[in-house]
Each structure stands twice: as structure tokens, then as C-alpha cells.
T-cell receptor, first 116, second 114 residues
């Protein structure tokens, strides 16, 4: 199975520390998305890459958040100086190229971040 | 400002009966709608979708209905099975720049009792 993978699956950190998450999309997918999900909410969009270019960022993405996708393959999401409000599930999704047809995304299992 | 609303946080249904999950949206620019299913400790998985040029799409036990004038869509599951117990998210996207970034509702937790 070559689905979307995310590492680590769980991360516990102390407030003020930096954390980095990794997402490996499905290999032929050129579009990659990051979402954040908190309890009782649906996934909230954070940022979008097409190949290596970061094309969209949500206003939810504060200056403490940065994402990269070098070489258009895997992506990393870094949170600097974590706050308790950053505790959430961080989801990565990918989708194939093409402008027609279905727009479904393929999600990874997520990284659950707990900031103490 | 929630552009995609799932007003029922939970739904309980008997096995074999129909499950109907509802979703309302406010943004008239949305032209594509999707339903995702999510089990605990897993990411959402795509279930079924519908374009705004259609009013119904069927895939096995799952049917999505779209009422554009009411800005309302619904997911019907017939017959419901215990394995369908999960959180269902409605999502909507608008054509623009090729990103197709969806806006998700808060989800409805479906419990199917044996």
C-alpha cells in the first residue's frame, strides 16, 4: 500500500519548543495539502503545494508555522515556539494532477500534537 | 462564519435501515461537493462526490443528493451496516486557481446499531 504517510503519529512537546512533522504523499500526486483538526471540528486548511511551490496559505497559518516541500516530494510542517492552542491533529493530504474529474484528496493518518 | 454546516452532531440508526446525513452550504461559488468518512485514529477517506451540474450520484449503498436552490446536500446509506459507524464530513470546493481546496463541515457521527 503506497498511501499517504505521516510521521510521527504522535508528538508530545513542552510549550515553547519547536516541532517538525513530515508527510510523504502518494508518489504520483503533485498536490499536497496540510490541515489542522481539533475536537468536534472538521479539517481546517493550512497550506497547499503544487509540486514544490507553496501556492496558498490560510490566515490560520501564523508566522510560527512554516511548511516546505523541497523537490516536490515529501513535505514538512514546522511549528516554532509551540503554544497549548497548537494542540491538534495535523493532517496531510495529496491529490493527483489534472483539472477535470473528481477532486477527492487522499489523507494520511495524521500527527497528533499535544503541547503541555 | 461556517460556509459548510452539518447541524446534526450525531445520528443513531438501526442496522438495515436508511441513514440520512445532511449538509448545508452558504457559498454559491461552491461547485463540487464531497463526503468523507473517518474512523478513529485514521485520516478521512473519500466516500462519494457530486458536481453541481448533477443532482444525484450513486455508488453502491451510498447516494448523494444535491439541491442547489436550497444549498443543501444529503448522503443516503441504504442499507446501513455496523461497519458504517464513523464520522462523516461534508466538504465543498470552488473552482479557482486549480487548488480545489475544500471547506469541511464539523462532521456527523453515525452509529449503526446491530
Amino acid at each position: 500500500d503506497t498511501g499517504v504517510s505521516q510521521n510521527p503519529r504522535h508528538k508530545i512537546t513542552k510549550r515553547g519548543q519547536n516541532v517538525t512533522f513530515r508527510c510523504d504523499p502518494i508518489s504520483e500526486h503533485n498536490r499536497l495539502y496540510w490541515y489542522r483538526q481539533t475536537l468536534g471540528q472538521g479539517p481546517e486548511f493550512l497550506t497547499y503545494f503544487q509540486n514544490e511551490a507553496q501556492l496558498e496559505k490560510s490566515r490560520l497559518l501564523s508566522d510560527r508555522f512554516s511548511a516546505e516541500r523541497p523537490k516536490g516530494s515529501f513535505s514538512t510542517l514546522e511549528i516554532q515556539r509551540t503554544e497549548q492552542g497548537d494542540s491538534a491533529m495535523y493532517l496531510c493530504a495529496s491529490s493527483p494532477p489534472g483539472t477535470s474529474g473528481s477532486r477527492e484528496q487522499y489523507f494520511g493518518p495524521g500527527t497528533r500534537l499535544t503541547v503541555t | 462564519d461556517q460556509q459548510v454546516k452539518q447541524n446534526s452532531p450525531s445520528l443513531s440508526v438501526q442496522e438495515g435501515r436508511i441513514s440520512i446525513l445532511n449538509c448545508d452550504y452558504t457559498n454559491s461559488m461552491f461547485d463540487y461537493f464531497l463526503w468523507y468518512k473517518k474512523y478513529p485514529a485514521e485520516g478521512p477517506t473519500f466516500l462519494i462526490s457530486i458536481s453541481s451540474i448533477k443532482d444525484k450520484n450513486e455508488d453502491g449503498r451510498f447516494t448523494v443528493f444535491l439541491n442547489k436552490s436550497a444549498k443543501h446536500l444529503s448522503l443516503h446509506i441504504v442499507p446501513s451496516q455496523p461497519g458504517d459507524s464513523a464520522v462523516y464530513f461534508c466538504a465543498a470546493s470552488a473552482r479557482g486557481g486549480g487548488s480545489y481546496i475544500p471547506t469541511f463541515g464539523r462532521g456527523t457521527s453515525l452509529i449503526v446499531h446491530p
